[in-house]
């Protein structure tokens, strides 16, 4: 009975997490694709390519601003309860003022430069998001993120387009208003975790490589609208962009069950509860390959009708939308396995596959992206998906030695 009920305990509360996990990033997931829909709706494609192709800079530098001290957090939280907190927010400013000043030097684009100090917004809402994490508080964070803010930026986004018109500087402001919202209310939740600042050495080196793992992560994610905003036009940038949002909300799955399941498996591994974790591991992934092919398989059978909610000029993505989702089906199918690495003291692993399939990623794209345009770039994300995922699980597979479906 004493063995019991700790393991029931865990467990009921790991699922309760996961609960509020999926409804807090569904929400966010369906207030972005209604924003999405709004903008396009009202702004077309060429004006909601170029808004894309600034935050996805703007995204990219983030992860540099944030260091992997979100994850860092995850990891030390449990153990160092708010030692390294203001050290990691104090980091995470001096890295976005480094960042915005070299960004406006070195851009000719007016509305990049615009945007470029959202990448302090950015990147300490995912500090926050780590500190909400590793405390089991997701409900909190979510309610914020992914209702309020992006409800006020839907509604500021309808309200300046009827006060200025299809002018794209709007959308920046609306988005500036939302993060500057969400931040306020963390900050004001949060304040009494912001104790006096501790240098750690250690805590930073445990980081380092989550920043090289998280902005290789990022780039694979981002190349694609990258590249495609650079070799084509912001018209099929936008296009792009809607097919990721369709392609990733079939990965929500897995973002909902990394939220829990990296402090989960961080407390059981400090806890030495070992073969828990491996069966957390296995059953849970199991359980996200069958309900992610599910979904893939109506997201491919109905592509067109659901690129065609956003205007039919997205239609033409059609077959992009399908390589993107295969793709996002093997990543969850496999499920958290750079999770287990990185919360197991093994962060490096990530680094280095990742930096490997960063470069399959550029390769494919400088060679599909003139000939077959957004297919191309679609194609070539699911191969770089699909190596990717198979090297984390083949890590997993043999430093656990475990073995989640029947065959491999």
Request: glycine residues 6%; aromatic residues 16%; hydrophobic residues 50%.
């Amino acid at each position: 009975m004493k063995n019991f009920m700790p393991k029931r305990i865990t467990s009921n509360l790991f699922l309760t997490r996961l609960i509020e996990a999926f409804f807090g990033k569904g929400s966010y997931i369906v207030f972005t694709l209604i924003f999405s829909i709004v903008t396009t709706r009202l702004y077309g494609a060429e004006i909601f390519g170029k808004y894309s192709y600034a935050f996805t800079l703007v995204s990219l530098l983030m992860v540099v601003a944030k260091f992997g001290m979100d994850t860092g957090f995850v990891y030390s939280i449990p153990r160092n309860k708010n030692k390294h907190i203001s050290m990691g927010f104090l980091v995470n400013l001096l890295m976005s003022i480094v960042l915005i000043c070299t960004g406006l030097l070195f851009t000719n684009d007016y509305f990049v430069k615009i945007m470029l100090p959202l990448i302090w917004c950015l990147s300490i809402e995912q500090l926050f998001f780590g500190i909400y994490r590793s405390k089991g508080e997701i409900k909190k964070y979510f309610f914020v993120n992914g209702f309020l803010a992006m409800l006020l930026r839907i509604f500021l986004v309808l309200v300046f387009y009827f006060l200025t018109g299809k002018n794209p500087f709007s959308i920046a402001i609306a988005v500036y208003i939302s993060f500057i919202f969400s931040i306020t209310v963390y900050f004001f939740q949060n304040k009494s975790n912001f104790k006096r600042i501790v240098l750690d050495k250690d805590f930073l080196k445990y980081s380092f490589p989550l920043l090289f793992s998280g902005i290789l992560g990022t780039l694979i994610g981002k190349t694609d609208i990258l590249m495609i905003g650079n070799m084509l036009t912001n018209r099929d940038v936008g296009i792009y962009q809607i097919i990721l949002q369709l392609s990733n909300s079939v990965a929500i799955l897995l973002v909902v069950f990394n939220t829990v399941f990296a402090p989960q498996i961080s407390t059981l591994y400090h806890e030495q509860r070992h073969e828990d974790m491996k069966q957390l591991y296995i059953k849970t992934t199991r359980l996200l390959a069958i309900v992610s092919f599910l979904i893939t398989l109506t997201l491919i059978l109905g592509n067109a009708f659901f690129l065609n909610v956003f205007g039919t000029e997205f239609i033409e993505g059609d077959n992009a939308l399908i390589f993107r989702s295969i793709g996002q089906f093997i990543n969850i199918s496999v499920g958290g396995v750079w999770i287990m690495l990185s919360m197991t003291g093994a962060p490096h692993f990530q680094m280095y596959s990742n930096f490997g399939a960063l470069t399959i990623n550029i390769v494919l794209n400088l060679l599909l992206i003139p000939k077959y345009g957004i297919s191309g770039a679609a194609f070539a994300s699911m191969i770089t998906i699909i190596v990717t995922n198979a090297i984390g699980y083949i890590l997993v597979s043999r430093k656990f030695k475990i073995k989640v479906f029947k065959f491999f």
